[in-house]
């Protein structure tokens, strides 16, 4: 056997016609066998072997080598990436072994078929392993692969049938006749695939578009070019345009080049477009989809998860669908069904396709409305054009239609002739180039018409109708409109105002019309009533504007006219009615012609001279002379007079603004309307109405008698006798009084010395400047001095000092009978006076032994009682100090006043018209006199303290205290207390409060625990227990109970008999026996497991929430984060509310059966006493506990929404008509019940129970009216 071996030089070895051994050694070498079984090494090298004739055996060694093989030969490629030629008709019994690295068998020179066995596989024929490619030539071939990945293809036409089989791992196969990917994530490319297990794609390299749908099994043809597809998962198209169906699991579908369609079906999907404009297409599903182009997964809401790449356009379903495109250039195809299309940023198209004559196609301005068959109504927003049976429309040229909504629109119409419409609230609507129908509909709308013939329809409401250029109609409708640029006009009902309309139609009756003129002369047509002539067209309808030309000629009608002339001269002519002529500058001619007709003038009667001239009346000053004819009355700036110049009863009627108000010489009847007006009747007998508001009634001089009888004011001094009503301040002079401090019968003096005397009854005496004395009298009098050195005369009855009017602080003292300072400079001097009332500011008030009123006002003021019964009221406004001094007194605090009691001086009462208020040292009672909620605090004495109307909170403090809470939900509160308490609503006492003594309750609905262990007993009704930090004990007994055991420690809790509900602020111990009523839980901890007989539970909070119900019949709701409740037996309702939230079951998923109901699911356990039958709302997902297995509940699609996570788990349960449904009852932080609760369970927005040393939240501070103090109103 010869042995030939190599040098590590490139070099040429060939064998003998003998067995040879021949190696190669280093360099790239060449070797042949010749005859003969010969062993060939190439070594190391990247090596030629060629065993030639023989049965021969090749090792290529290190590098990459080249051999070729023949019959019955083995080959061995070790190291490197071989390559191997068979070059015989038979390629049985050769064996090859591609060893390490990427090795190739090409079979190109193969001339006879064969079967050829790849790795592990078994069977009669060529065995080769570890190869990664297999070139397969011209003739036929079956080829069974082992489990490694494999590269089979084929070269050139086909004389035989070639059969690939990939075996098992992920092979690509290609080229051949039949084609079995077998195990594995195969790719294959031929006419006949099967893809066997695994994920397998197939490739369709054909250079038309096909169409493919891989649900079917049977061979599909396209064009020229046919396919059988089994088992395939994946497609990947041409260069044509293909259009792709995927079947009932996951595919991935990839259009590769062309304009593709990608209908991925169920399961969770990759589409991939590639180049083209590539579209997603739903038209198999069988409910509505929402989908949003992007790259990523999209949730369907119908097929599963989809995920796109190089998507450009959707295709809708047959149902409802919400299709959403990206930045880019998106196509839409919504199909049948009402579908909403929203195209983005980009140049986006709708296509529609269909020979129906019924469809419509609408544009509002900002929406596309596609209607009739076989469309539905579809809704387009963002879509730049309609690709209509393939002609384009740009929506920028279509024709707006719109119909406006409730709130106040903006509506901008294109360059067709549009028909827009506003709809309710206050519309702005542009009609735009084209010949536009614009309609305001109700509310105040402005409507703009643009550069062609409008027509301009403003409905109801008050409406601005501004028809642009072009000839335009214009119609107000109800309401007072503005209608100008418009060639014909119909105000409608409601005081409407024309500018430089020339043909008006207006009905009779239809409001107080005016035309604003500037072209000329004009006649006013029939049912306009005012005509103002030179208004400026220049200027804008709001902003008034006159211009100076010749004069005009201004024609009435038969209605009661007001025509306003130019500045120059002017011929006015009323004809019939009752007119008003003005003329302005200018030598004019008013003619009243029938009625009662007036002429207005712009200055003081005394500037005219009226006389008798030969054309009529003359009006005339040194610039200005009119002719009057056919005018009974002439109004001047200083009243209205007859044509002989005499005065005349004038009424004058205000806005419903704040006015100044001048009256004139004559009696006037003022009618001022509303708002904060300032009148002056003047001279003569004026009747004046001030209506709402805050009114003042100035009179030029004083004295003054006034007397009030059933509201109505009288005022008699020296410019006449006025009555008043509907006035609340009257001005004499620089000094002003409240009508509300006035008494019934009043004397107001004036700036001289006066002496005022009263009568026998209550009387009022204002002295206000000069030093003036007034006496009183008999009766309880107020006598107020002013400025000056008075004296103030009281006589008998008690009588007040009254300092309302002053301009400064005071110091007045009753003790000494003198106001040292009476705030306006002066000093007083006192008789028979028992009370004081300060000023706006910071007074001193004394009073004297006997029984004092003094009320300070609104200033920062000092009120000493010194002795007797005294009553002090610091007044609104700053605080103040307050003593009382000896004896029993009463405070009337409005502020937070300071109030000064010494220990032994007399039984005191604080009167509360504050909304919280700490009783002060040596004070023994509390009383509220407000309306609202009020907190009241005690001191160490034995108290007592009384609650008003509202829930108060009453605190003792200390001694032996009686806590009246009177009407509303009140509650003693012992958050303070030093100590743990033990109080009791059955016997109404506090056993021990906690500071050392007890105390006893009056009309006290709940008790507030300390910060320390308590014990809280209820009583017969609806209690409310809170037990603060401590491990507290509540029990509430009979009624519908609220116990709350606080923060902390865990409590217990025990409703007892009735409706109860228990707050849980810590993980407290719920006792409830059962038949004791229907009890619900508000748990504001992270988990709870309801203890029994216990019916409901609600979670309140921002986390997440375990609720666990127990085996009776719960309703169990969760709150705003991902929570998760379990029924744990009984019929439960189960509310997740919002976030993803989860119900748990005990059972495998096989043991129950899941259906829709109503707004949500029924979940019926089949095994008996387990979990029972469920109902659930807003839950996204059911876990099944045995098997740890999960399914998802859906709930349709609702609106276009973002995709919840939910729709991204599978095997999910879709309820398709409703959205996620919320729990039967809003969750706040105050207390409900999935049932109704009654009334008098509800708390407050607030929690009622709050911590010791907390501010309490109930109450608002309670604004005095002033009663007190009616000279301060």
């Given amino acids: ?413 294109g360059n067709a002739g549009d028909t827009l419409r506003g709809g309710a609230g206050a519309d702005l609507i542009q009609g735009g180039a084209g010949s536009d129908k614009l309609y305001g509909d109700d509310g105040d709308d402005r409507l703009e018409g643009g550069t062609e013939n409008d027509v301009l329809d403003g409905g109801a409401g008050d409406d601005v109708i501004d028809g642009g250029s072009g000839s335009n109609q214009g119609f107000g409708g109800a309401g007072a409109d503005w209608l100008f640029n418009v060639e014909d006009a119909d105000g409608g009902a409601g005081d409407d105002r024309y500018l430089n309309v020339a043909r008006i139609t207006e009905a009779a009756g239809a409001g107080i019309d005016t035309l604003y003129w500037s072209q000329g002369s004009f006649t006013l047509p029939a049912n306009v009533e005012n005509l103002f002539l030179n208004w400026s067209a220049a200027d804008t309808v709001f902003n008034s504007h006159w211009i100076t030309v010749s004069g005009r000629t201004g024609t009435g009608n038969a209605l009661n006219n007001r025509i306003v002339g130019t500045g120059g001269a002017d011929t006015l002519i009323g004809n019939a009615g009752d007119d008003v002529l003005t003329g302005g500058a200018g030598d004019d001619i008013l003619d009243g012609g029938a009625g009662v007709d007036t002429a207005i003038f712009d200055r003081a009667r005394a500037d005219y001279d009226i006389y008798l001239g030969p054309n009529g009346w003359t009006v005339g000053r040194m610039d200005d002379v009119n002719v009057v004819n056919g005018v009974e009355l002439l109004r001047f700036t200083d009243g209205l007079f007859d044509m002989t110049g005499a005065p005349m009863p004038m009424a004058i009627e205000g806005t419903a603004g704040a006015d100044v108000i001048m009256g004139t010489a004559g009696a006037n009847a003022i009618t001022a309307g509303a708002g904060d007006d300032l009148i002056t009747g003047a001279l003569g007998d004026d009747t004046i109405d001030g209506g709402a508001g805050v009114d003042t009634a100035v009179f030029s001089r004083a004295p003054a008698t006034v007397t009030i009888a059933g509201g109505v004011v009288t005022v008699l001094n020296p410019d006449g006798r006025d009555v008043l009503t509907n006035i ?284 320390f262990n308590d014990t809280l007993v209820g009583g017969t009704l609806g209690d409310r227990l809170s037990g603060g930090l401590g491990a507290d004990t509540l029990l509430g007994f009979a009624g519908n109970d609220i116990l709350a055991g606080g923060q902390g420690l865990a409590n217990q809790l025990q409703g007892g008999l009735g409706d109860d509900t228990y707050i849980l602020d810590a993980y407290d111990s719920i006792v409830e026996i059962a038949g004791q009523g229907h009890d619900v839980i508000e748990a504001h901890v992270g988990a709870h497991v309801m203890a029994a007989n216990v019916e409901d539970m609600f979670y309140v909070g921002f986390n997440k929430f375990y609720g666990t119900g127990n085996a009776g019949a719960n309703t169990i709701t969760g709150g705003i984060g991902d929570d998760i409740l379990k029924g744990m037996g009984g019929s439960d309702r189960l509310f997740g509310g919002a976030g993803l939230d989860e119900v748990q079951v005990r059972g495998a998923k096989a043991q129950y059966t899941v259906t829709a109901e109503g707004a949500g699911w029924r979940i019926v356990d089949t095994v008996a006493g387990r979990d029972g039958s469920i109902y659930v709302e807003s839950i996204e997902s059911l876990r099944f506990l045995t098997g740890n297995t999960k399914t998802v509940l859906t709930y349709g699609v609702a609106a276009a929404e973002a995709v919840s996570a939910k729709a991204f788990i599978d095997d999910a349960f879709v309820l398709p008509t409703t959205g996620d449904a919320a729990a039967p009852a809003p969750k706040t932080d105050t207390l409900f019940d999935v049932r109704p609760l009654p009334t008098d369970r509800l708390l407050p927005l607030t929690d009622v129970f709050h911590e010791a040393g907390a501010p309490h939240p109930w109450h608002a501070d309670f604004v005095h009216p002033g009663d007190l103090d009616p000279w301060l109103a």
């Fill in 1 to 413: 056997m010869p042995i030939i071996n190599g040098t590590d030089a490139g070099e040429a070895l060939k064998g003998t016609t003998g067995d040879d051994t021949i190696r190669g050694g280093g360099g790239p070498d060449s070797i042949s066998g010749d005859a003969g079984n010969d062993v060939l090494y190439g070594d190391a090298g990247n090596d030629i072997l060629n065993g030639d004739a023989g049965i021969d055996t090749l090792y290529g060694g290190a590098g990459s080598d080249e051999l070729v093989v023949g019959a019955g030969d083995t080959a061995f490629g070790e190291d490197g990436y071989d390559a191997f030629t068979v070059l015989l008709n038979e390629i049985t019994g050769v064996t090859l072994d591609g060893g390490a690295g990427h090795d190739t068998v090409n079979l190109d020179f193969a001339l006879g078929a064969g079967v050829i066995y790849l790795d592990d596989a078994v069977g009669a024929g060529a065995h080769f392993s570890n190869i990664e490619v297999i070139k397969v030539g011209r003739y036929a071939a079956t080829i069974y692969g082992g489990s490694r990945n494999d590269t089979i293809t084929t070269g050139g036409a086909s004389s035989g049938v070639r059969t690939y089989h990939g075996g098992g791992g992920d092979d690509v196969l290609s080229g051949g006749d039949f084609l079995y990917g077998d195990a594995g994530d195969d790719v294959l490319s031929g006419p006949n695939m099967d893809g066997g297990a695994g994920f397998d794609t197939a490739v369709l390299g054909f250079t038309e578009g096909l169409a493919i749908d891989l649900g079917l099994t049977t061979r599909q043809k396209s064009g020229t070019s046919s396919v059988v597809l089994v088992s395939i998962e994946g497609l990947v198209g041409g260069i044509g345009h293909d259009d792709f169906y995927g079947s009932s699991v996951a595919n991935t579908l990839s259009g590769d080049s062309g304009d593709d369609r990608l209908e991925g079906g169920g399961g969770d999907d990759i589409l991939k477009g590639g180049e083209g404009i590539d579209m997603a297409a739903y038209r198999r599903a069988t409910s509505g989809v929402t989908v949003s182009l992007g790259e990523g997964a999209h949730a369907t809401g119908a097929t599963g998860v989809d995920t796109f790449d190089s998507i450009e356009g959707l295709i809708g379903s047959a149902f409802n669908d919400v299709l959403t495109g990206d930045a880019g250039n998106n196509q839409f195809e919504g199909g049948a069904g009402d579908d909403r299309i929203e195209g983005g940023a980009g140049f986006d198209v709708a296509i529609y396709n269909s020979s129906s004559s019924t469809a419509k196609y609408t544009y509002d301005g900002v929406h596309v409305t596609v209607t009739g068959a076989p469309f539905g109504t579809d809704v387009l927003t963002g879509v730049e054009m309609l690709m209509i049976n393939g002609v384009g429309v740009h929506v920028s040229e279509m024709a707006i239609v719109s119909a406006g909504t409730a709130a106040a629109d903006t509506i901008i119409g």
């Fill in 728 to 1011: 609340e301040r009257l001005r004499f002079g620089a000094d002003e009084i409240a009508v509300a401090a006035l008494q019934l019968s009043n004397v107001i003096g004036s700036t001289a010395a006066e002496t005022l005397t009263g009568t026998a009854a209550t009387d009022g005496l204002f002295g206000l400047a000069g030093a003036d004395m007034l006496n009183g009298l008999a009766g309880s009098d107020y006598l107020s001095g002013g400025a000056g050195v008075d004296i103030l005369d009281g006589g008998e009855g008690s009588d007040t000092a009254v300092y309302a009017l002053a301009a400064s602080g005071v110091t007045a003292r009753i003790d000494s009978q003198r106001a040292t300072n009476d705030g306006d400079g002066g000093t007083d001097t006192f008789v028979s006076i028992e009370h004081l009332r300060g000023s706006n500011f910071a007074d001193t008030l004394i009073g004297d032994a006997r029984t004092n009123i003094l009320l300070g006002g609104l200033g920062s003021d000092i009120l000493l009682g010194l002795g007797g019964a005294d009553v002090l009221g610091g007044g609104t406004g700053a605080s103040n100090t307050l003593q009382g001094g000896l004896g029993d007194d009463l405070y009337v605090l409005e502020a937070l006043d300071s109030v000064i009691e010494v220990a032994g001086e007399g039984n005191d009462t604080i009167e509360a018209h504050i909304s919280a208020y700490n009783l002060a040292n040596n004070v023994e009672n509390l009383i509220y006199a407000g309306a609202g909620n009020f907190s009241g605090t005690g001191n160490a004495l034995n108290n007592v303290m009384t609650g008003g109307g509202g829930d108060d909170l009453l605190r003792g403090r200390g001694g032996v205290d009686v806590l009246q809470g009177g009407a509303g939900i009140d509650t003693a509160d012992y958050s303070q207390a030093a100590a743990g308490i033990h109080a009791r609503l059955d016997t109404m006492r506090a056993v021990n409060d906690g500071d050392g003594s007890t105390d006893t309750f009056t009309g006290i609905e709940a008790i507030l625990g300390s910060a």
